[in-house]
């Protein structure tokens, strides 16, 4: 049996089997019992790896006793390595696409890879598994009915304070990451921005040893980090809820103009061109009406 026969076994979709097909595979954050059959699967078929640093991924993949041919597609080559895999496919070799951990392209290289071959009709396919970013709001107590995920905050103190303003006015809980150090100047940031009170919740070294949530108001996280230096280590996921906005806090005209619209089309409709009219913020103003019918 072909490697693109035995792919195709695992559920991958129908293609001219003359050319190969690219994977996107998630692989774990810590604990490597999370990765999935189907990507052991994948990575012991495929022809080719492309690893964002060759020397993790061959940890990974000695751990579960697999050999492969790995090359190096990371953020300073991907660009150029785009062409070369795209080149790999069309001549019938299959290739998974790996970070570090995690799910390649959130906030990890892969985009121009990716971009490229769907823009020239190559077979791409997901692997899901690991995501930091879920993992993170799935247990950080926060509203999940919608979120957003902004990825690393600035490098800039000035940015990083707007980022977190836009990122809270957005009405909707804001999931990003931060490194370990600029963990301690971001958190300095958020209190600038938006004050000792304001909510965050902060999660670390997902399903590794020292596991960590932390939920409370930025003064008391920043408090939380400085008594253990140790705290301030790892991977990092900071998440804020999104700014609350009651009907009382909404202009009349704004009101009367959604209650117009509504008429015509649904609330969500109404709220954005309200909202765009107004110059106010879409899902605030929409969750804001909803807690009002």
């Known amino acids: 049996m072909t490697n693109n026969q035995k792919l195709s076994n695992l559920g991958t979709s129908d293609q001219d089997n003359s050319q190969g097909q690219l994977f996107v595979v998630a692989t774990p954050i810590g604990n490597l019992e999370d990765i999935t059959?189907?990507?052991?699967?994948?990575?012991?078929?495929?022809?080719?790896?492309?690893?964002?640093?060759?020397?993790?991924?061959?940890?990974?993949?000695?751990?579960?006793?697999?050999?492969?041919?790995?090359?190096?597609?990371?953020?300073?080559n991907e660009k150029q390595k785009a062409s070369e895999l795209l080149g790999w496919l069309e001549q019938g070799?299959?290739?998974?696409?790996?970070?570090?951990?995690?799910?390649?392209?959130?906030?990890?290289?892969?985009?121009?890879?990716?971009?490229?071959?769907?823009?020239?009709?190559?077979?791409?396919?997901?692997?899901?598994?690991?995501?930091?970013?879920?993992?993170?709001?799935?247990?950080?107590?926060?509203?999940?009915?919608?979120?957003?995920?902004?990825?690393?905050?600035?490098?800039?103190?000035?940015?990083?304070?707007?980022f977190f303003v836009d990122a809270h006015n957005s009405g909707m809980t804001s999931?990003?990451?931060?490194?370990?150090?600029?963990?301690?100047?971001s958190l300095e940031d958020l209190k600038a921005a938006l004050g000792d009170e304001q909510k965050v919740v902060l999660a670390k070294e997902l399903t590794k040893s020292f596991e960590t949530f932390f939920s409370g108001t930025v003064l008391e996280l920043i408090a939380f980090l400085i008594e253990d230096p140790a705290r301030q280590k790892g991977e990092i996921v900071l998440m804020l809820p999104g700014k609350q906005v009651s009907k009382s806090e909404v202009s009349p005209e704004a009101i009367k103009l959604i209650e117009l619209l509504q008429s015509e089309m649904p609330l969500k409709k109404a709220c954005g061109i309200a909202a765009d009219y107004?110059?106010?913020?879409?899902?605030?103003?929409?969750?804001?009406?909803?807690?009002?019918?």
């Open 37 to 76: 059959q189907r990507a052991l699967n994948v990575l012991q078929s495929v022809d080719i790896i492309a690893a964002e640093d060759t020397r993790h991924t061959n940890k990974l993949l000695s751990h579960f006793s697999i050999k492969a041919k790995v090359i190096a597609v990371h953020d300073h």
């Open 93 to 162: 070799l299959n290739v998974a696409l790996v970070s570090d951990a995690g799910t390649p392209l959130i906030s990890d290289p892969g985009y121009a890879v990716v971009n490229l071959c769907r823009e020239q009709g190559a077979s791409v396919s997901p692997i899901p598994g690991a995501c930091a970013a879920i993992a993170a709001v799935s247990c950080s107590g926060l509203p999940t009915d919608r979120f957003q995920f902004i990825g690393f905050t600035p490098a800039k103190s000035k940015a990083r304070q707007e």
């Open 175 to 185: 999931i990003m990451y931060e490194s370990t150090h600029r963990i301690m100047a």
């Open 278 to 293: 107004f110059n106010l913020k879409k899902n605030a103003l929409y969750k804001a009406m909803l807690e009002q019918e």
